[in-house]
């Protein structure tokens, strides 16, 4: 140890900007947890493998969410501390304001699966947080912080598994990319707590608050995808009253006459009937098993 401490002078951390620059208190977090250009480039050579995973990690974490009553009360209430009656017996996977959650929840995953490098990424991981304290938002949301911490966690679970399960990935790409992964899932995990928690009160009026604007936004620019969210609504809803695979981002991205672009997701969306054929034509023998195994667990989570 002692030899160490000789090699690598022991850095300064100021306090203040901790709790003041958002860019200080990321700089501090990637450099305690080693967080550099390869686990940078693990996410990115890695992001197709997690893309795949998102429709049943999303299925899964909902499903656990109206397990409990106090999660569930939060799509009615908007807030889990709210201590009325409130009948949420009515709440399944297909509620409009499930469906909507579900669709942001996708984005969300879809973001962690950009460029890290960039300080935006660190900005839109930050804004989510403050989102769920009730600031920032127009009709504000208040989830107390330990159910924040157990989603994260229920998230990080699925995907771990999923990608140690993976039966044609090298397992040091495995461990790189969940090692990277768990990096990313922690500095969220700590920009949730830095606003739950009072650690820095004496720097509040010094603190830099993002701006209100609708959600998926930041600066002004979509950062999850285009259009408004009540347009997204529109789209999730459409979908799903045509009946369309709630796995359908799984599937390949073949030409095929009926599918289309989804301008709001990015995506191809493949009708029902074609997307088993879909998937067939396009996704290795290797992804297709990983893709089989996240649907199974998400099924068998369902029931």
């Not at 996410?43 to 995973?53: F, Q």
């Not at 950009?114 to 403050?130: A, I, N």
């Not at 297709?288 to 989570?301: D, L, N």
């Amino acid at each position: 140890m002692a030899t160490l401490q000789s090699h690598r002078p022991m850095q300064h951390v100021d306090r203040r900007e901790l709790y003041t620059s958002l860019e200080a208190r990321i700089q501090y977090l990637h450099s305690f947890l080693d967080f550099s250009s390869r686990d940078m480039e693990a996410l990115t050579s890695g992001a197709k493998y997690i893309k795949a995973l998102i429709p049943a990690v999303v299925n899964i974490v909902y499903k656990k969410l109206l397990q409990y009553d106090i999660t569930a009360r939060a799509f009615e209430t908007r807030s889990t501390s709210y201590q009325g009656r409130v009948d949420v017996s009515n709440l399944d996977e297909n509620s409009p304001q499930i469906l909507y959650r579900k669709m942001f929840l996708r984005g969300y995953l879809n973001k962690l699966c950009s460029d890290p490098s960039t300080m935006e990424f660190w900005e839109y991981l930050d804004k989510v947080g403050m989102m769920h304290v009730g600031q920032g938002r127009a009709h504000p949301l208040h989830v107390e912080y330990v159910h924040i911490g157990v989603t994260l966690s229920l998230v990080q679970d699925i995907i771990t598994e999923a990608v140690l399960s993976h039966p044609r990935l090298k397992m040091e790409r495995k461990i790189a990319l969940v090692k990277a992964l768990s990096k990313v899932i922690w500095i969220q995990n700590d920009l949730f707590a830095k606003w739950y928690v009072r650690d820095g009160d004496e720097f509040a009026e010094e603190r830099l608050v993002p701006e209100v604007e609708p959600e998926g936004y930041l600066h002004g620019k979509p950062v999850l995808r285009e259009g408004s969210s009540e347009r997204e609504s529109e789209i999730e809803e459409a979908d799903m009253a045509a009946g369309s695979c709630p796995f359908k981002n799984l599937a390949g991205r073949p030409s095929l006459g009926k599918d289309h672009q989804d301008a709001q997701y990015g995506e191809i969306v493949i009708d029902t009937a074609e997307a088993p054929r879909a998937a067939a034509s396009t996704t290795s023998p290797g992804m297709r098993g990983f893709v089989q195994s996240a649907m199974a667990r998400a099924v068998g989570s369902s029931a």
